[in-house]
């Protein structure tokens, strides 16, 4: 009896398997993004570029701008950096915010200072939408 006798059946299937997946039409191309590859013996290798801009965050500019204005409020932080230091540490530590928007992020439509470093205290680096009662 053979090992896999449930296979038997469908072994006249696979010519048609195999010639319906190579007429299947590419994916789109996306000419920002860029698809190589190459084959070693048995294995293969795909590479992926994006090569395209990702957008602007806006709740991450108000973030690094809200951090700006109350700086000297956040506890822990350099009195010796100035707004264009840290405007600029800022950008650097969230990719010049072409980034997801996070928790944190969210803090920056906080209006007071004080509110502002509580929000950021107790928020954390995971990708969310921003609530409209934060942004009040």
Known sequence: MPRFPLILPLLPLLPLLAVACASSPPPP???NRRVTVSHEGDETHVSITDEGPRPLNADCTAYCERLVACWS???GSDPMLGDEDVRKRCLSEHAECRTATTETLCCGHVADC??????QARSRDRVVVCER????
């Open 114 to 119: 004080n509110a502002f470093a509580q929000c």
């Open 73 to 75: 409020d956040i506890p």
């Open 133 to 136: 009662e934060r942004r009040r």
């Open 29 to 31: 191309s996306d000419p």
